[in-house]
């Protein structure tokens, strides 16, 4: 076999093996997707025919609408404090150079290396010693406690791609430090920013071991979930889930959209000689 032939199979051995990785991936999303629409109880093939009564029954149920609603309020304002967290946090590690510098930036970024069991018993039993516990709020903050090492490692690969000089030029040019994280900063970071809402968003969307430690009566939507599984089988979980991939992949889309589209603009501005914004 000559080397075109080599190298041809071999593209086609890793292009089967992407697909069959996807494959495998997204098959139980897809059957769950399908089952949904199922209206037999118990899901099965073939499939008993189609319906929407399980969506109705979503719909309908104000169990839903309330973890609906304390996720969709946990997720926004974990986003926002993780996401403003992990920039000053970026910034403080692109900034300033200190004693134990690689230590800050290991232990900021360590959370999410926890296993989430572990993490969710240490904060319900740090947020029961300050009566914190069993409140929206209670997600809330364990959440940020996930959810800012990542809104710090996008913000960190952002700074990195700047020019330091570039702050630097902003202050021989008059502006106090307030203005350059105005004017230089802030604007070079926007994408990462945004990227970093969504992506957190994503993640306290989706999580749901630590908040069934600390949520209490306040129950997120994939904790209902786990109280839908419980001595029953319901399709309802298979239009939770439905809705809860869909939102989730939508968040994660629109942020890898954001960090694609501006990975070329330090390139593009170091060709031109202007100044990335």
Not at 45 to 62: K, M
Not at 181 to 202: G, K, Q
């Amino acid at each position: 076999m000559n080397d075109f032939n080599r190298n041809r199979a071999v593209d086609w051995a890793l292009k089967l093996y992407v697909l069959l990785s996807f494959g495998f991936i997204f098959a139980p999303i897809v059957a769950s997707f399908a089952f949904s629409f199922n209206v037999d109880r118990f899901p099965s093939l073939p499939l008993g025919g189609f319906s929407t009564i399980w969506y109705e029954a979503v719909w309908a149920d104000p169990l839903v609408w309330e973890g609906l609603r304390n996720t969709l309020v946990a997720g926004a304002v974990v986003s926002a404090i993780a996401t403003v967290i992990g920039f000053g946090a970026a910034y403080t590690d692109f900034r300033y150079n200190f004693f134990g510098k690689t230590v800050y930036v290991a232990l900021a970024l360590l959370p999410p290396t926890i296993p989430v069991v572990i993490l969710g018993l240490a904060m319900l039993a740090f947020l029961s010693s300050i009566d914190l516990s069993g409140a929206i709020y209670s997600v809330i903050i364990a959440h940020v406690v996930m959810c800012a090492p990542f809104a710090m490692a996008i913000c960190r690969l952002r700074l990195s791609q700047m020019d330091p000089s570039l702050e630097a030029a902003a202050w021989n040019l008059g502006a106090t430090e307030w203005m350059a994280m105005r004017h230089v900063i802030l604007p070079f970071c926007r994408p990462a920013i945004l990227a970093s809402l969504f992506i957190t968003m994503a993640v306290s969307f989706d999580e749901f071991a630590v908040a069934w430690f600390v949520s209490g009566l306040n129950e997120t939507l994939p904790v209902k979930v786990l109280g839908f599984l419980q001595g029953q089988v319901s399709p309802r979980i298979n239009v939770i889930g439905t809705f809860v991939f869909l939102a989730s992949m939508t968040l994660i889309i629109l942020a890898q959209i954001l960090l694609i589209k501006r990975s070329a603009s330090p390139a593009a501005a170091t060709n031109t000689g202007a100044v990335p914004q």
